[in-house]
Each structure stands twice: as structure tokens, then as C-alpha cells.
């Protein structure tokens, strides 16, 4: 499979996933802490759209001959580095990297408030980093 399809299909992953998170911002905290079920698909959709995004990142790193980072978090700084993200956006979505690794591997310890503000103020996040995705395609085509 290119390199373009790859990341589009990553990026398609990465919508889907925001698409139902954003369908989801306006549930209250309380809501969150109750429903088990809402909570699960919120924290999955989660994990989703940032391993779409380290997924994406590894890949541009790759194609611009860049030596592999050794953590998620290092992937986003990479691409500050490469100019795909601005710098300070970098330093931003690494933060997604730690979230990440807290949704996969300590579940009994998510925070739902922190949950709750990702959910209701990070989401656009993924949006800006999609469209920085898509400019640097756009400028190496």
C-alpha cells in the first residue's frame, strides 16, 4: 500500500473516532462517572484517535528519513521538529501520548474528570492536527 493511502486510511480511522467523540461533548460529567457503557466508548474512541495519530506520525517520520522516535510522545515532537506541526502545537498533542498510555495501560486509575475535559476541550485538537496532516500532503504533492 503508498505511503498517501496509508495515512488516509489512518485519518479515516482518526474522524470516525472524533466524529463519535464530538457527538459526544455535551455529556456531563455526572453522565460520564455513570454511565459505564458511554464512558467505555469515550476512553476506546479515545485510544483510537491518538493511536491513529502516533500511527500517522510514525509514518511521516518514516517517509522523511527521520530516525524512529523511542516514545509516542516523541513522535509529536518529531513532527514539531520536521515543521508537519508548528512547534508549540508539538509540545500540545504530546500530552495526547501520556493520556494515551494511561487509557491503555491503567484502567482502574483513568481520571473521568481529566476523561471529561479531553472530551469537552482537547477535541480540536485532532482537528488541527488533521489539517496540518493534510497540508503537508498537499505541499509534497
Partial sequence: MYFRERIA??????????????SRS????????????LRSA?????Q???????????MIISQEGSSMPETYREVFLRLGDLGVVPGDFADRLSLM????????HHYSE??????????????GDFRTFIR????????RS
Fill in 110 to 123: 483513568i481520571d473521568v474528570v481529566k476523561l471529561h475535559d479531553f472530551l469537552k476541550n482537547r477535541l
Fill in 48 to 58: 483510537i484517535a491518538i493511536e491513529a495519530a502516533v500511527d500517522i506520525g510514525e
Fill in 26 to 37: 455535551d455529556v456531563s460529567l455526572h453522565e460520564l462517572i455513570e454511565n459505564y457503557e
Fill in 132 to 139: 496540518c496532516i493534510r497540508t503537508y500532503l498537499e505541499e
Fill in 9 to 22: 486510511e489512518k485519518l479515516k480511522s482518526l474522524e470516525r473516532a472524533l466524529l463519535y467523540l464530538e
Fill in 42 to 46: 469515550v476512553e476506546r474512541n479515545f
Fill in 97 to 104: 501520548a501520556g493520556f494515551r498510555n494511561i487509557l491503555v
